[in-house]
C-alpha cells in the first residue's frame, strides 16, 4: 500500500515537472501563435474575442510579407552557394594539409566567434554606404557569406577529418592523382557533413537581423527585418505570422543537422 | 621541395576563405577600432570620453546582465545535464534541444508576448494561481535574463552534457561505490573532471549575451540599455560612428580575456584533432 502511494506521489511529481518544463520551453510559442489568429483580443479573454485567416493569408499573397519573404529565400539560397563552395576547401586544407602559419590562421578563422560581431556589421554597412551596395541584395549576401563561413567551415573541417586517412592513402597508392582522390573518396563520403553545414548556413541566413538591418533597412527589408518592424510597431499580428513561418524550418532541421554540429563551433552566432 | 608545395597548394586551398574573411571580417574590424579614435580629422579619445560619460550605467547594466544570464544558464545546463547523464528521459532531450536554431529575434518577439503584462505567463499564471493582476516581466532585467536563459541554455547543456557523456564512466562508479549521492557526484566529480568545457560554455554564453542586439531590443527595458542598443541609437538617430565604435571597442575589451582562452583551448583541441 505505502509502495503504491509513494509511486502516485512520484506520478504526480513528474507530471508537475512535464508541464513545467512545457510551460517554459513551448509558452512563448503558443503566445505567438494564438496572435497570428487574432482579429480582436481583449484582457482578461484567454483567447481572441474574434480570429481571423487574414494575416496568415498575407504569406501566400503578393504584398511587403511575401516580398520580405522571397528575398530573404535568395539571400540564404545564394549565401549557402558562396559559403559552402568557399567553405569546401578550406575546410580540406584544414584537415589534410599543412599550412604556413597555421596557428595564426586558425585564430582568424575562429575569432569571428569569439568577440561581438556587431561593430563589424556596422563598418560593414559603413564600407558598403561608399561603394552603394547599402540597400542592396548583394551587401547582405556578401555580410551573411562572410559571418557564415566561419561555421560552416569548421563543421566540414570536422566532417573530412573523421574520414579515415587509409581510405584516401589506398588510392593514392593504386596511382589517384590527389584531386581524383578527393572527388571521388573524400567528397562523396563528407557529403552528410557538406549537407549539414548547407541546412545551418540556410537557417541562420534565414534568420539573421543584425546585418540584414544595417545594410538593407530601410531600403529593402528581410523577413526578420520586416518582423521586427511589425513588432515594434505593435502590429502583433503579422510579427507573428513571420515568426512562425521562420521558425518552421528551424525546429523541422533541427533534428536532422543536430548531430554533425560542435557546439564548441557553432556558438558564436546569433544576435 | 615537396613540403614547400604542400604549403603552397594548402595555401591556395583557404585562400578564396581568407579574402573574403580579411576584407569582409578585418578589415571593417581594423576600420572600428580607427574610427573609434578619430573625431572629424583630428585623434583622440574624445569619443571614449563621451561614451563613457554618456553610457557609463549602460556598460555596467550590460556586465551585470550578460553575468547573470550566464551563471543562471551554466547552473541550469548543469542540472539538466547532469540529470541526463544518469538517467535517459527522451522528453527532457528534446526539449533542451528545441530552442536550438530558432533565430534570437523570433525569440525576442515570442518572449516579449509571452511575459507582457497580459500576456501567455501571466494568463495562464492568474487563473491558476487565482489572482487578479500579475506585473509583466518583458522591459525588466528580470524578463531580459529569463530570454537569454531561454537561448543560451540548450547550447550550453550541449556542450556541457558533451563533457559529461564523453566522461569514462569508471570514476562515476568508484564514487557511487563508496556511496556518494547523485548530486555529490555532479558537483565532486563530474563539474571539476569537465572544466574546461564547462570554462569554454561560460566564455560562449557571456559573450553572444554582451554582444546580442536582438533580445535587448526586444524584450529590454527602454532605460538602462545594453550597449548594442546604443550602439545601435549612435548610427541611426545620430549618424555618430565615433562613440558607436568606441562602444564597440569597449565591448572587445570586456571580452578580450574570455575571447583569448577561448581561441587558445579551441586551437589546443584542433591541433589535438589533427595529430
Known amino acids: 500500500m505505502s509502495v503504491r502511494r509513494f509511486s502516485i506521489l512520484k506520478l504526480t511529481l513528474k507530471v508537475v515537472l512535464v508541464f513545467i518544463i512545457l510551460m517554459l520551453v513551448v509558452g512563448p510559442f503558443v503566445g505567438i501563435a494564438i496572435w497570428s489568429f487574432a482579429r480582436v483580443w481583449y484582457w482578461p479573454s484567454p483567447i481572441p474575442q474574434e480570429l481571423t485567416l487574414r494575416y496568415w493569408s498575407e504569406v501566400f499573397r503578393q504584398g511587403r510579407v511575401l516580398d520580405s519573404l522571397i528575398l530573404s529565400l535568395k539571400i540564404a539560397l545564394l549565401t549557402v552557394g558562396f559559403s559552402i563552395a568557399i567553405a569546401i576547401p578550406a575546410a580540406y586544407a584544414f584537415a589534410r594539409y599543412r599550412l604556413p602559419a597555421e596557428r595564426i590562421l586558425l585564430f582568424l578563422f575562429l575569432m569571428p566567434q569569439a568577440f561581438p560581431q556587431l561593430p563589424v556589421f556596422i563598418n560593414l554597412a559603413r564600407i558598403f554606404g561608399k561603394m552603394g551596395l547599402r540597400g542592396n541584395m548583394w551587401g547582405i549576401v556578401m555580410a551573411h557569406t562572410m559571418a557564415s563561413l566561419v561555421f560552416s567551415l569548421w563543421i566540414i573541417t570536422a566532417t573530412f577529418k573523421s574520414i579515415p586517412l587509409e581510405l584516401e592513402q589506398a588510392a593514392q597508392n593504386l596511382g589517384a592523382s590527389r584531386w581524383r582522390v578527393f572527388w571521388t573518396i573524400t567528397f562523396p563520403l563528407g557529403i552528410p557533413g557538406v549537407i549539414a553545414g548547407a541546412i545551418h548556413v540556410f537557417l541562420w541566413s534565414m534568420g539573421e537581423f543584425n546585418a540584414a538591418f544595417f545594410i538593407g533597412a530601410p531600403f529593402i527589408q528581410t523577413a526578420p527585418v520586416l518582423m521586427y518592424t511589425a513588432s515594434a510597431g505593435y502590429n502583433m499580428q503579422i510579427a507573428s505570422v513571420i515568426a512562425i513561418v521562420l521558425m518552421i524550418p528551424s525546429l523541422l532541421f533541427m533534428f536532422v543537422i543536430e548531430r554533425f554540429l560542435k557546439a564548441e563551433y557553432i556558438a558564436g552566432i546569433g544576435g | ?261 577561448y581561441l587558445k583551448f579551441m586551437a589546443a583541441e584542433r591541433g589535438g584533432i589533427k595529430a
Open chain 2, 1 to 261: 621541395m615537396k613540403r614547400r608545395r604542400e604549403l603552397f597548394v594548402g595555401f591556395l586551398l583557404i585562400l578564396p576563405a581568407l579574402i573574403v574573411l580579411g576584407a569582409l571580417y578585418v578589415y571593417p574590424l581594423i576600420l572600428s577600432v580607427y574610427t573609434s579614435f578619430t573625431v572629424g580629422e583630428k585623434y583622440g579619445l574624445a569619443n571614449y570620453a563621451k561614451a563613457f560619460d554618456i553610457y557609463w550605467r549602460d556598460i555596467v547594466y550590460s556586465v551585470l546582465i550578460s553575468f547573470v544570464t550566464t551563471v543562471v544558464t551554466l547552473f541550469a545546463s548543469v542540472v539538466v545535464s547532469g540529470y541526463l547523464r544518469f538517467r535517459n528521459w527522451k522528453f527532457l532531450e528534446l526539449m533542451y534541444k528545441l530552442p536550438l536554431f530558432i533565430p534570437f529575434l523570433i525569440v525576442g518577439h515570442a518572449m516579449r508576448v509571452f511575459l507582457a503584462p497580459h500576456g501567455t505567463l501571466n494568463n495562464l499564471l492568474t487563473r491558476i494561481l487565482r489572482i487578479e493582476e500579475l506585473p509583466g516581466l518583458s522591459r525588466s532585467w528580470i524578463g531580459l535574463v529569463w530570454a537569454f536563459v531561454w537561448i543560451m541554455t540548450p547550447y550550453a547543456t550541449l556542450i556541457v552534457l558533451g563533457a559529461f557523456r564523453s566522461l569514462d564512466s569508471a570514476y562515476i562508479e568508484a564514487a557511487q561505490n563508496v556511496g556518494a549521492s547523485k548530486w555529490k557526484i555532479i558537483i565532486d566529480v563530474l563539474i571539476p573532471m569537465c572544466r574546461p568545457s564547462i570554462m569554454v560554455a561560460f566564455i560562449l554564453t557571456f559573450v553572444r549575451t554582451i554582444s546580442s542586439l536582438t533580445i535587448p531590443i526586444m524584450v529590454g527595458p527602454a532605460s538602462p540599455n545594453m550597449i548594442t542598443v546604443n550602439m545601435m541609437f549612435r548610427v541611426n538617430y545620430f549618424n555618430d560612428w565615433g562613440t558607436a565604435n568606441a562602444l564597440g571597442v569597449i565591448s572587445y575589451l570586456i571580452v578580450m580575456v574570455f575571447a583569448i582562452y
